[in-house]
């Protein structure tokens, strides 16, 4: 797993640098954001309510709108899609793919690209959902914790989904590019047609911002246990493409 992990340490690194610098660019400057919507608050109120500006006011929503419900939320599909296209592709392109596969058998190399991705998403989105907890509490902000561990599911859940779709086509393209455009496409895409109300439920984005979480305070099971039977499908699916690719 050495190699794997010297492989993807640099940009899991630097994804998780620029998240933790966007939220402590956040995090303190809740009444500046506030009275700069004051001043176009008439305009604001046909899109966002009238009460929205109140909520701002108010530490917990404020925190968790503004990193769980857009700038984590929002980047972690991305964040997913980067861990994972080049973890085959890359291998394939370079032709070292080969010389790993001298060395262990196809299932170990897969296990070991697998579990030790999986393993830095999971603590990269972890540690990020966890931020706001700790600000609050260096900080002595009244935190309602409950609701991290809410969004920590849609995030984790919403994340490993991204990972498991990019995952497949890493291990099917010979090359790095296809994987991350192919994967950018789908989200695009399942994005746009999920505006359409009857194919809602492909916006991934709706669950993984935590939409439920703010309306009813709960956690969205069922859509949950959808998104983790589909990772687990396209992860099989995965490994069947790899076991039989020629090389």
Do not use: C
Request: charged residues 15%.
């Amino acid at each position: 797993m050495i190699k794997e992990w010297n492989d993807m340490k640099v940009r899991s690194l630097v994804i998780f640098f620029v998240m933790a610098g966007i939220f402590f660019s956040i995090a303190p400057l809740q009444n500046w954001t506030i009275s700069i919507l004051n001043e176009n608050s008439e305009a604001l109120q046909k899109y966002v309510g009238e009460n929205f500006i109140e909520q701002l006011k108010e530490w917990n929503f404020y925190i968790y709108s503004q990193w769980f419900g857009k700038n984590f939320g929002q980047i972690i599909p991305i964040l997913a899609i980067i861990i994972a296209f080049p973890l085959f592709s890359r291998e394939y392109e370079n032709g070292t793919i080969d010389f790993l596969l001298t060395r262990a058998s196809r299932k170990k190399v897969f296990l070991n690209k697998f579990l030790l991705s999986i393993l830095v998403l999971t603590l990269e989105i972890t540690v990020l959902s966890f931020l706001p907890l700790i600000y609050s509490w260096i900080f002595s902000k009244d935190f309602i914790i409950s609701h991290t561990f809410k969004f920590l599911v849609h995030s984790l859940i919403g994340g490993i989904f991204w990972y498991s779709i990019t995952f497949l086509f890493t291990t099917y393209f010979n090359d790095q590019v296809k994987p991350i455009l192919s994967s950018i496409v789908v989200l695009g895409a399942s994005t746009a047609l999920g505006i359409i109300k009857p194919l809602k439920f492909l916006n991934t984005y709706n669950y993984i911002l935590g939409s439920t979480i703010f309306n009813s305070g709960t956690i969205n099971w069922k859509y949950s246990l959808a998104l983790i039977m589909l990772s687990i499908l396209f992860i099989t699916i995965s490994y069947s493409i790899f076991k039989r690719k020629e090389i």
